[in-house]
């Protein structure tokens, strides 16, 4: 699923210890799978697929390419029918990589380096800047401060933070920082470089990411420059709290460029062709993404990590919903660090394996399609699998799929979304447990889909209680943004998207095939297997009874 903010996940360094690591995830010997949808077929399939081989999957690398030809093998030995480009499985999704061209900065005969004094925080296209003034932008969280748009044109714009401001942690600062107006600026700096925990150090410093060619996290914001301490005060010719808001402080000579290479990642594309002479050229879609965070530029100790995590989910479970734990309440928290030794020696991790995120959907859309495909009369309507690249740097994959479709788009009948189906234990989540499954959009764009679900659920010997909180019009969370069936719905097709919901190890190192809930898992598959079936035998197609979205550029809205 896609981080809802620019990510600055919580990844913290907990007493990394012992060079001699344990290696993750624990190994498992795949067996050959078999149609019927089983834990232990998705679990041979998970161990493969979130095996630390396939390095977190990250788009536009080699190990998003080896991860999407394992699917594609999967897809050739069940007799799958390729969709993709040109008879083949793949469609190419082509991709941009940007790399920060930085050089030392030289205030008063001072030089900062790039990586060790300051980085370039890197997720949005801006404008390169080859030096200019400095403009001291005042103290966030000081409300006297007016800065007016001819005092930051042109400008690279120096802030800093009020101690209360500061008191609220790396995340309120650095997001309170980007809605600053800062109108014209070329750069804004911001000294966050020193308190920053050594991981968020690493991801703020990343000089290089992944986008799609155009559009993408395009933000009318100048690049941001985290500096450290002194790096902030030479260029406000001494200390933040005592220099004058509005005023030209000096001149910041240094580079800050992107160099642009393509690149380029895959969708898998696969069907099962209708039984229907008629009805077979429409299409019920089935959809996960094959892409992940990749592999992180620090190492951590995972069971302390993990072990952190969860006392944070607890914590907020304790609060009650909405509310987030503040700094001091994190700073209480204590991880028995001993404790765990006595298990276990230090296992040091740096790969985002993504098992649940989303390597559960990913494998039960392979179960889904195995089972498809091995039955003797097959649906009406032919089954399309699509699992879908660059999901996690903003629904890239399924952005290029809906707009290149390989059927006519007009002919899929609804898009059924599997991201992070494998969890939702109590420990989990609130109100979690073997019943537990979150459904979102399924009535948003036609009311017979949500009500088909909920009868096809009703048939189950152990039927689900769907948890429609995320549903819920604005929820903060904002769900149904966030993941690739919203690429299909901005075109007026009815989804619905299955989720076991987020967890403590969502965009951690520590989302790991050990800790899959496979008897949960298999159920929800089974699910969503019969729903596509409903959806594909049905005498007429799920009638659209809502408005759909005036255009699809149109911003996606919980
Ligand atoms: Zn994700």
Same mark, same amino acid.
């Given at each position: ?433 073997? $019943?537990?499954? +979150? @459904? &979102?959009?399924?009535?948003? %764009?036609?009311?017979?889909?949500? !009500?088909?679900?909920?009868? =096809?659920? /009703? ?63 298999? $159920?929800?598959? +089974? @699910? &969503?297997?019969?729903?596509? %079936?409903?959806?594909?035998?049905? !005498?007429?197609?799920?009638? =659209?009874? /809502? ?12």
């Amino acid at each position: 699923m896609l981080s809802l903010r620019f990510a600055l996940s919580a990844l913290l360094v907990l007493a990394a210890g012992a060079a001699n690591a344990q290696q993750l995830p624990v190994k498992r010997q795949a067996k050959p799978t078999h149609p019927a949808i089983t834990a232990e077929d998705l679990m041979s399939r998970l161990y493969v697929y979130a095996d630390d081989s396939l390095g977190g999957r990250s788009s536009g690398t080699p190990y998003n390419d080896k991860a999407t030809g394992i699917i594609a093998d999967w897809a050739k030995k069940m007799g799958l029918a390729p969709m993709g480009d040109s008879g083949t499985f793949f469609q190419t999704v082509p991709l941009v990589r940007r790399t920060w061209v930085t050089s030392p900065v030289v205030v008063g005969g001072t030089t900062f380096e790039f990586r060790k004094d300051y980085g370039v925080f890197a997720q949005w296209v801006t404008k390169p800047f080859d030096g200019a003034d400095v403009v001291f932008g005042g103290l966030i969280g000081d409300t006297s401060v007016h800065l007016t748009a001819d005092q930051t044109k042109g400008k690279v714009v120096v802030f800093g933070f009020t101690p209360e401001m500061a008191a609220k942690g790396l995340q309120v600062q650095f997001t309170s920082a980007l809605t600053r107006p800062v109108a014209g600026a070329v750069g804004v700096v911001l000294p966050l470089l020193d308190g920053a925990p050594s991981a968020i150090r690493g991801f703020l410093m990343k000089d290089e990411s992944v986008s799609p060619v155009s559009g993408g996290m395009t933000m009318s914001l100048p690049p941001v420059i985290i500096a450290s301490d002194a790096m902030a005060q030479a260029l406000v010719g001494g200390p933040l709290a005592a220099a004058k808001w509005g005023t030209v402080t000096g001149h910041y000579s240094g580079k800050v460029q992107l160099r642009e290479s393509p690149t380029s990642a895959r969708n898998v594309v696969a069907m099962v062709e209708g039984s229907d002479p008629v009805l077979k050229h429409e299409y019920v879609a089935l959809g996960a993404h094959n892409d992940h965070l990749g592999v992180q530029s620090q190492a951590v100790d995972h069971d302390s990590l993990r072990a952190y995590n969860l006392q944070v989910e607890r914590l907020k479970g304790e609060l009650g919903e909405g509310k987030t734990p503040t700094p001091t309440q994190l700073a209480a928290i204590k991880v028995n660090v001993d404790s765990i030794r006595v298990i276990r020696r230090a296992r040091l991790d740096s790969i985002a394996n993504g098992a649940d995120d989303d390597g559960s959907g990913t494998v039960a859309v392979a179960e889904i399609a195995e089972a498809f495909a091995g039955d003797k009369v097959k649906p009406k309507r032919s089954m399309l699998f699509v699992w879908h690249t660059g999901e996690e740097i903003g629904l890239v994959g399924s952005d290029w799929y809906t707009r290149h479709p390989t059927v006519p788009l007009d002919s899929i009948v609804a898009q059924l979304n599997m991201d992070m189906v494998g969890r939702g234990a109590a420990g989990d989540i609130k109100g979690g447990g073997p $019943a537990y499954l +979150q @459904l &979102v959009g399924s009535r948003r %764009l036609s009311t017979e889909l949500g !009500d088909l679900v909920e009868m =096809v659920n /009703k048939m189950r010997k152990q039927p689900f209680s769907f948890d429609y909180t995320f549903d819920a019009p604005g929820h903060p969370e904002n769900i149904y943004c966030r993941s690739d069936h919203a690429m299909y719905a901005r075109f007026g097709i009815p989804v619905t998207f299955f989720t076991t919901g987020l967890h403590a190890d969502y965009h951690q190192v520590t989302d790991e095939a050990e800790y899959i809930d496979y008897p949960h898992m298999a $159920a929800v598959t +089974q @699910l &969503v297997h019969d729903v596509a %079936l409903a959806v594909a035998n049905a !005498d007429h197609r799920m009638v =659209v009874d /809502k408005p759909k979205p005036s255009s699809p550029n149109a911003v996606c809205k919980q």
